[in-house]
Structures are given as C-alpha cells and as structure tokens.
C-alpha cells in the first residue's frame, strides 16, 4: 500500500504564488509517474501537470508557463510551483502516482485533496 501526504494549499491573492508538495511512502518498487490534477466548482477534475521518474513534464495549456513540476527521486517527492497565481485556478487540487509494486503490477494512488483559493 502506498500513501500520499499532500501540503502547500492556501490562500493567496491574484498574481501570488505557492507551492505544493508530495511525498510518496509506503510498499513500491519505484515510482512511474506523480502528477497533479484540480478540481473547480461545476467543473469536470483535469491533468494540471504531470512527470516522469526520467523527468518529462506535461502541463494542461492553461497553466504552461506558470507552474513548474518537479520530482526528487531520492525522496520519492514530486512538487508544484505555481506561479502568477489566477482565480481561475481556484480548486481543489490532488496529487496521483503510479507506481511499480514489485515486478508484478502497477498501481494508482491519489492524495487527500487540498484547496487552492485564489482571491481578485
């Protein structure tokens, strides 16, 4: 079993910045793949950002150029720097890995959920 201790929410005005944060713990042989995804009032949860353990990044368009998604291996951790922070990236936002267990199967995990508000 693995587990996902998220921190890093908060409120911050328009233009601000923050920084989220994932540890992955538990029974795995090595981490495949750690992302973020978010999910806004009366909207449908989306792929913030996702990478690799080789580091190959994805980003959803809307936040290319202002959040950066990074991965300490050593300590299986995966981190969201956000940046020029909007109102529109208000949600709540969970941390996803995918992970090998042994030699046998893959696995995915999700985090507790944390809010990002961002004020006008």
């Known amino acids: 079993q693995v587990q996902l201790v998220v921190s890093g929410g908060g409120l911050v005005q328009a233009g601000g910045s923050l920084r989220l944060s994932c540890a992955a713990s538990?029974?795995?042989?090595?981490?495949?793949?750690m992302g973020w995804y978010r999910q806004a009032p009366g909207k449908q949860r989306e792929l913030v950002a996702d990478i690799t353990n080789g580091g190959i990044t994805k980003y959803v368009d809307s936040v290319m150029g202002r959040f950066t998604i990074s991965i300490d291996n050593a300590k299986n951790t995966v981190y969201l720097q956000m940046n020029s922070l909007k109102p529109e990236d208000t949600a709540v936002y969970y941390c996803?890995?995918?992970?090998?267990?042994?030699?046998?199967?893959?696995?995915?995990?999700w985090g507790q959920g944390t809010q990002v508000t961002v004020s006008s």
């Open positions: 996803n890995a995918k992970v090998l267990q042994g030699i046998v199967y893959t696995a995915n995990y």
């Open positions: 538990g029974s795995f042989s090595r981490i495949n793949t």
